[in-house]
């Protein structure tokens, strides 16, 4: 994970190299693991691709590096959670 653009953007490159540039919401720990929540800045806010991206912070050979969340069932908990937060904040 390469921090280009300052602590709000960050540029991933996913399996095939393809690059991305996503904007960094939110960061939260559950049970142990930290998860972050982005949303993509490459893409128009009516494209159906567009929402939260939700990512894994995982140790790969000594390096934290952002990963996809495989268990959909703790994607949606994630997700909800943040949703949450997102929420609370815009209210105050």
Known sequence: MSNEFGS??????????????????????VDGKFYMAFLPTDI?????????IILMVVEEDGEEVLASIDDEEILENIYSRFLERLLDEEEE
């Open 8 to 29: 709000d953007f960050v540029t991933i490159s996913d399996a095939e190299g393809n690059e991305f540039v996503l904007e960094h919401l939110d960061s939260i720990e």
């Open 44 to 52: 128009d806010e009516e494209d159906d691709d567009y929402g939260l």
